[in-house]
T-cell receptor, first 115, second 111 residues
């Protein structure tokens, strides 16, 4: 596996379900990110982890709960979601969150549908 | 006012045409500028990365940054059907990990 991988690629869940999204990066990076991508809207940054420490929680509802057990893995735990949470959830990583010449590399995303 | 403005299109061109995409922004602190390409049902992939003002060329792709006008462009020469995708501009300030994205422009290159 290379780059940034995400599982599952597609997820359908009811509003009372609990599920988790998984992200793994194979780039040796120190920072990882969760984004939400909705149709016709810019990517919305949700959470940022640097060296396994959460450094950003961008006013995200508590029904989204991130977890970063190590610098290579990132999870997004989902519970009691709403239909408006249906979107593409993207994971990204970068070498260092403050490195001047660095940018972010994205995984393929998890397409989430909440019924 | 949105921090980054990008015309969502859609843009449809015949094969071989030049595709011109652009974004405007309001934050004068932005110094790093990126273009990502996103195919349907895929994540964004980095296409071009530039620092400050100027031009950068990579094969059929040319990125231009005009910081005085707060305007960036991406040109695709000799466009191919495989260039059909959504193109996202992104930018950030120095020493800031946060990327500000445009909404994306959907491009279709007709064979």
């Amino acid at each position: 596996e290379t780059g940034v991988t995400q599982t599952p690629r597609h997820l359908v869940m009811g509003m009372t379900n609990k599920k988790s999204l998984k992200c793994e990066q194979h780039l040796g990076h120190n920072a990882m990110y969760w984004y939400k991508q909705s149709a016709k809207k810019p990517l919305e940054l949700m959470f940022v982890y640097s060296l396994e420490e959460r450094v950003e929680n961008n006013s995200v509802p508590s029904r989204f709960s991130p977890e970063c057990p190590n610098s290579s893995h990132l999870f997004l735990h989902l519970h009691t979601l709403q239909p408006e949470d249906s979107a593409l959830y993207l994971c990204a990583s970068s070498q260092d969150r403050l490195a001047g010449g660095e940018t972010q590399y994205f995984g393929p995303g998890t397409r989430l549908l909440v019924l | 006012q949105k921090e980054v403005e990008q015309d969502p299109g859609p843009l449809s061109v015949p094969e071989g045409a030049i595709v011109s995409l652009n974004c405007t922004y309001s934050n004068s602190a932005f110094q790093y500028f990126m273009w990502y390409r996103q195919y349907s049902r895929k994540g964004p992939e980095l296409l071009m990365y530039t620092y400050s003002s100027g031009n950068k060329e990579d094969g059929r792709f040319t990125a231009q940054v005009d910081k005085s006008s707060k305007y960036i462009s991406l040109f695709i020469r000799d466009s191919q059907p495989s260039d059909s995708a959504t193109y996202l501009c992104a930018m950030r300030a120095r020493d800031d990990y946060k990327l500000s994205f445009g909404a994306g422009t959907t491009v279709t290159v007709r064979a």
